[in-house]
């Protein structure tokens, strides 16, 4: 199955059974099969290749890895039809290029022949597990890893987006221009952990920018690019004359990346994008932005890596497109009061608003309109028709489920993570930018207990849908230990005050 998102990585997973010498090899290749068979009949049989070695010991182990690697599987499914071989399996793990997963079968319908047909894999499970941590070697293993057939394929099906986002992050290259702005240190962060994920990073100063996009000043392909525009835009296309420099924008952007990804698949940005932007570029990028994002190309504002790198995993957990917003504003009382409450099961400060200047995509918004950055227009032509604050793409986010998330490196060096599901809200926010009313329970404590009291910055990536439990499981993939959400009233915070 193809993603719908280009700038991700497609997963060919390989399928490897293992047997413990003192077991039957026919039940360990026979319960692979049936596990093969689920598989083919409920997802896409094309993404998984069937190891026709089954792993008894080290010689097992590296014709089955010769195997696997030569269909071109980029993540492995370990699969226990019996007891296991604790060496042999966790060494391929090891010696693997990419994501694992252990899963082991359940003893099903077995009838009068347990005696012969009882393959012990949930006590394998447990030396597999063991044997890992011994080697350090990291395995994605289920909640609970035990099925039958039907239930290990779901499994294999669920770790899809977590090898995805894994293998993406290994052949990542996040591309910035800065400096930060003036006051958005926030969006700082040290750049050593990137290292530790597999991203590279490649950081730029805003006159290489501006350089690359004089040299596109005239290029052929600029008017087909307007015309390409103009008909996303339809009846919202409210500044026409400033998508000539859009097109130029959105070029340079695009051959910087092809030109500089080097031996990387994959890019992602994080771009200045004011105050002197818009004096010296004579636009603003945001709808640029947005383009990019909806190829699965994320640009993150005010040089925020951290954002982009977030953004990217979100892409490649939800194969959908992600969008970053401020945490922005409280919604107004009377707002509240006429379309949420009595309608919606939120408090007031289970609510918030949030916003960019006009970042979002096309399809995440309802009626998006080409318009002027107010706050850009406000600071920089005060009294004037809109001209180099032109580029905003406008509009209410569509309402349906969110996780509201967040991976970043502390001022120490260390990773920590937040993912919060709650929704867009199908409610006007009468006010500007790409923007929406999001809902999250009891984000009160979680604004002020892990926003707050962890330091995170005003900037969140937007996966829509609700894909915490993906995010959770690749975050301890790859070895984050700190890791937040909205936590219901009966369970405290740490540092959360017992006696308020």
């Keep these: 199955m193809s993603n719908k998102l280009a700038n991700i990585p ?122 890992l941590k011994l080697r350090g070697v990291r395995a994605y293993i289920p909640e609970y890893p035990v099925g039958t057939a039907p239930e290990v394929a779901d499994m294999i099906n669920e770790f899809i987006p977590v090898a995805r986002t894994i293998i993406g992050l290994k052949n990542l290259k996040i591309i910035s221009f800065g400096p930060r702005p003036q006051d958005f240190l926030a969006c700082n962060a040290p750049i050593a952990r990137l290292y530790d994920l597999g991203v590279e990073i490649e950081e730029n100063s805003e006159l290489d920018l501006f350089a690359a996009f004089n040299e596109h000043a005239g290029d052929e392909r600029i008017a087909a690019l307007v015309d390409e525009m103009a008909a996303e835009l339809g009846s919202g296309n409210k500044m026409s004359g400033i998508l000539p420099k859009l097109a130029q924008y959105e070029l340079t952007l695009l051959d910087w990346a092809e030109e500089h990804k080097g031996e990387r698949e994959f890019v992602a940005f994080a771009n200045k994008c004011w105050p002197s932007f818009q004096t010296q570029f004579g636009f603003v990028p945001c709808y640029v932005n947005g383009r990019l994002g909806a190829k699965g190309i994320p640009v993150s504002c005010e040089v925020d890596i951290y954002g982009a790198l977030s953004e990217y995993i979100g892409e490649c957990i939800s194969d959908e497109i992600v969008t970053l917003l401020d945490i922005n504003n409280t919604v107004p009382g009377n707002i509240y009061r006429e379309d949420i409450e009595g309608k919606f099961d939120y408090t007031q400060r289970d609510t918030f608003m949030g916003f960019h200047c006009g970042n979002g995509s096309c399809s995440i918004m309802n009626s998006p309109v080409m318009k002027f950055q107010r706050i850009m227009h406000r600071s920089l032509e005060p009294d004037k028709e809109p001209d180099i604050s032109r580029g905003t793409l406008e509009g209410d986010i569509k309402a349906g489920d969110i996780t509201f998330f967040r991976l970043q490196s502390t001022a120490n060096a260390e990773l920590r993570s937040y993912a919060a599901q709650g929704e867009v809200l199908p409610v006007a926010t009468r006010s500007f930018g790409t923007i929406g009313i999001f809902a999250i329970k009891e984000m009160s404590r979680f604004y002020r207990y892990v926003l707050i009291e962890k330091g995170y910055p005003h900037h969140g990536a937007v996966v829509f849908g609700h894909h915490g439990k993906a995010l959770f499981d690749t975050l301890t993939y790859l070895g984050v230990n700190d890791i937040e959400y909205n936590k219901p009233a009966n369970i405290p915070y740490n540092k959360e005050n017992p006696y308020k």
């Design 10 to 131: 497609s997963v060919k997973l390989g399928l490897a059974a293992v047997s413990r010498d003192c077991f039957p090899m026919s039940l360990s290749a026979s319960r692979r099969d049936a596990v093969a068979k689920a598989y083919g009949e409920k997802y896409d049989a094309e993404e998984l290749f069937v190891c026709p070695t089954v792993i008894e010991n080290e010689k097992d182990m590296r014709k089955a890895l010769s195997e696997i690697n030569e269909a071109g599987c980029n993540a492995l499914v370990v699969y226990l039809g019996n007891f296991g071989p604790e060496t042999p399996e966790t060494l391929l793990a090891k010696y693997f290029d990419g994501p694992a997963m252990f899963v082991a079968a359940a003893e099903d319908d077995c009838g009068d022949a347990l005696i012969d047909n009882r393959g012990d894999a949930y006590c394998g499970m447990l030396n597999a597990s063991y044997n």
